[in-house]
């Protein structure tokens, strides 16, 4: 069913462009070694993804400090896996995970496709919580910067999604009403809710196969896209 009248399409960036899992395996692989952390990559990870985003909420809801969430995850993530470590050595893992993350390029499938599919008919933003010095170089080091008309973050706007201040602020400076604006992203509560709270249009790009409402549009690969634009 195509969606009529959208002249402004809002993507997220962190798992629904950029492969933020992908990413993120490869840099905690290269700065483990780095500073000899002798741990199951594997196992790590599977405890690291879930603590990630219990952290990334407490945070999207104003309940803990962007330094909070930095070393947070990494400590609850040891501690889940019985592992001892330093807290001189965490606080160090967690500046060089910022900085080495940013250097990895890995898109979702069919992102390049779909964003010159829809440069042609729509205007391209992106609207993020992820932190403003690090989200610029994901998009240049993936050469997709040049697909978006503007880009918002939670730094520059100040809340985070999905408060509706943050979309509002997307939406003047694109220069574009909310009813002609759709908002794309992975997370129902900040992505979805929260643009629909605002007048947006969206769809959820639902990769991991969650359980949505009924009404909620959703794809599960990012070429599903062109049934609805």
Do not use: C
């Not at 692989?29 to 407490?58: A, C, G, R, S, T």
């Not at 050595?89 to 060089?96: F, M």
Request: proline share 2%; hydrophobic share 40%.
């Amino acid at each position: 069913m195509q969606i009529k009248n959208i002249k402004h399409i809002f993507f997220d960036l962190d798992h629904t462009l950029w492969d933020f899992d992908k990413n993120s395996a490869l840099t905690f692989d290269k700065i483990f070694k780095i500073h000899k952390v002798n741990v199951n990559i594997e196992d790590f990870l599977n405890v690291y993804e879930p603590i990630n985003l219990q952290y990334w909420k407490l945070y999207r809801n104003d309940k803990i400090e962007k330094d909070n969430l930095r070393y947070g995850r990494l400590k609850d993530s040891f501690d889940a896996l019985s592992f001892m470590i330093e807290d001189e050595l965490i606080h160090q893992l967690s500046e060089d995970y910022i900085q080495h993350l940013t250097t990895f390029s890995h898109l979702f499938e069919g992102t390049i496709e779909i964003l010159d599919y829809l440069r042609t008919k729509y205007q391209l933003h992106i609207i993020t919580n992820g932190f403003e010095e690090a989200q610029y170089k994901k998009m240049k080091s993936s050469q997709i910067t040049h697909y978006f008309t503007t880009i918002t973050n939670a730094d520059v706007a100040g809340v985070k999604k999905p408060n509706p201040i943050i979309f509002d602020y997307a939406l003047k400076i694109a220069k574009a009403q909310p009813n002609e604006s759709l908002m794309i992203g992975d997370n129902l509560e900040a992505d979805i809710f929260g643009a629909l709270d605002v007048g947006y249009d969206a769809i959820f790009f639902n990769y991991r196969n969650d359980v949505a409402e009924a009404h909620i549009k959703q794809v599960n690969q990012l070429l599903q896209l062109k049934m609805y634009l």
